[in-house]
T-cell receptor
């Protein structure tokens, strides 16, 4: 069975500084990895995904993530944080195209002006 | 991009009544839809997988008679919370999968049971 770990409940970063939100995963086969963002009382917005190919994936709003197979990680990064990036971020994984996504517990990002 | 619409976005009901939440894929056909439940400050918990024209597959611990799921067409799945109680109060989110396997999420429905 697949699982996702987001070790940090909260990440605080100053505006303009780089940010990293950590994610590690466990799957039996090849992973399909995703990052989503959720604003208060809203659904999930897709940021980026890794299916195959280049380990560095670029997504929406300047976010990117690096797939590291040896460390089973898929950390989300952004070179320069904005206050508007403050939200709840979820990492998710599935092991085939047809299985449901399994979500991490979420990491709340707070960007301080 | 593809859009998934959930309705209502907020609903308040009395204990013992039933509430129906709709999930519609607006510009694509979704053979599979997923229903999630999210508790405050927690992650999304998969409740069930809904396949068009067949019975939903429920996750362990989810009462199928409590949470009725119907996926009668390729663009609509409904979740009915029957005989709702305060502990059913939660944020319910649906997602729909298009032909390529891409997943799109609805905006969520906040249910409050008094």
């Amino acid at each position: 069975a697949q699982s996702v770990a987001q070790p940090e409940d909260q990440v605080n970063v100053a505006e303009g500084n780089p940010l990293t939100v950590k994610c590690t995963y466990s799957v039996s086969g090849n992973p399909y990895l995703f990052w989503y963002v959720q604003y208060p009382n809203r659904g999930l917005q897709f940021l980026l995904k890794y299916i195959t190919g280049d380990n560095l994936v670029k997504g929406s709003y300047g976010f990117e993530a690096e797939f590291n197979k040896s460390q089973t990680s898929f950390h989300l990064k952004k070179p320069s944080a904005l206050v508007s990036d403050s939200a709840l971020y979820f990492c998710a994984v599935r092991d085939t195209g047809n299985t449901p996504l399994v979500f991490g517990k979420g990491t709340r990002l707070s960007v301080i002006a | 991009g593809a859009v998934v619409s959930q309705h209502p976005s907020r609903v308040i009901c009395k204990s013992g009544t039933s509430v129906k939440i709709e999930c519609r894929s607006l510009d694509f056909q979704a053979t599979t839809m997923f229903w999630y439940r999210q508790f405050p400050k927690q992650s999304l918990m998969l409740m069930a997988t809904s396949n068009e024209g067949s019975k939903a597959t429920y996750e362990q611990g989810v009462e199928k008679d409590k949470f009725l799921i119907n996926h009668a067409s390729l663009t609509l799945s409904t979740l009915t919370v029957t005989s709702a109680h305060p502990e059913d109060s939660s944020f319910y989110i649906c997602s729909a999968r298009d032909w390529s396997g891409e997943l799109f999420f609805g905006e969520g429905s906040r249910l409050t049971v008094l």
